[in-house]
């Protein structure tokens, strides 16, 4: 299991309390899978949260015309994937398949929100790094997609 200190070095949760990181583990559940496994796939109802903990992590999606697109490769622990989760009504908008033996923790989308409800001082941090976060990827995505249509 990631320890709260080794997570707390993690841009994503830089800022967060000890306390706030010691709730969130306890509420993760670390999940093993093998090369090649699909954490989550695309197009497929978004229930489950993830943070890398060992290993690496592809994160793509199908592209009609072009084949499959890589979007980012995960590796550092700590590093997370699945925010289509909270987003209400998601579905997840990439698939994450991982590229080696890789350990994640996975976190239920009911029991976050429950999390978030009791204590809003971190959802709302939670949410303002989860908007950073997709601001990143969506820049990232459209340059990639801008490079493989050129």
Same mark, same amino acid.
């Given at each position: $299991? +990631?320890?709260?200190?080794?997570?707390?070095?993690? @841009?994503?949760?830089?800022?967060?309390?000890?306390?706030?990181?010691?709730?969130?583990?306890?509420?993760?559940?670390? /999940?093993?899978?093998?090369?090649? #496994?699909?954490? !989550?796939?695309?197009?497929?109802?978004?229930?489950?949260?993830?943070?890398?903990?060992?290993?690496?992590?592809?994160?793509? $999606?199908?592209?009609?015309?072009? #084949?499959?697109? /890589?979007?980012? &490769?995960?590796?550092?622990?700590?590093? +997370?994937?699945? @925010?289509?989760? !909270?987003?209400?009504?998601?579905?997840?908008?990439?698939?994450?398949?991982?590229?080696?033996?890789?350990? +994640?923790?996975?976190?239920?989308?009911?029991?976050?929100?429950?999390?978030? %409800?009791?204590?809003?001082?971190? #959802?709302?941090?939670? $949410?303002?790094?989860?908007? +950073?976060?997709?601001?990143? &990827?969506?820049?990232? %995505? &459209?340059?990639? @997609?801008?490079?493989?249509?050129?």
């Amino acid at each position: $299991m +990631i320890t709260a200190e080794r997570l707390a070095q993690s @841009w994503f949760f830089k800022g967060f309390t000890r306390s706030q990181i010691d709730t969130l583990l306890a509420n993760g559940q670390e /999940v093993s899978y093998p090369a090649g #496994g699909k954490v !989550l796939v695309e197009r497929e109802p978004a229930e489950s949260f993830h943070v890398l903990v060992q290993g690496a992590v592809s994160i793509k $999606m199908r592209i009609e015309e072009h #084949g499959e697109l /890589v979007l980012s &490769r995960l590796t550092q622990s700590g590093e +997370i994937f699945g @925010w289509s989760t !909270l987003v209400e009504g998601g579905r997840f908008t990439a698939t994450a398949e991982c590229l080696e033996e890789s350990r +994640i923790i996975s976190f239920k989308r009911k029991n976050l929100e429950d999390l978030f %409800t009791r204590d809003p001082n971190l #959802g709302y941090l939670f $949410m303002k790094r989860l908007a +950073i976060l997709i601001s990143r &990827r969506l820049e990232s %995505t &459209r340059a990639l @997609w801008l490079k493989e249509i050129s």
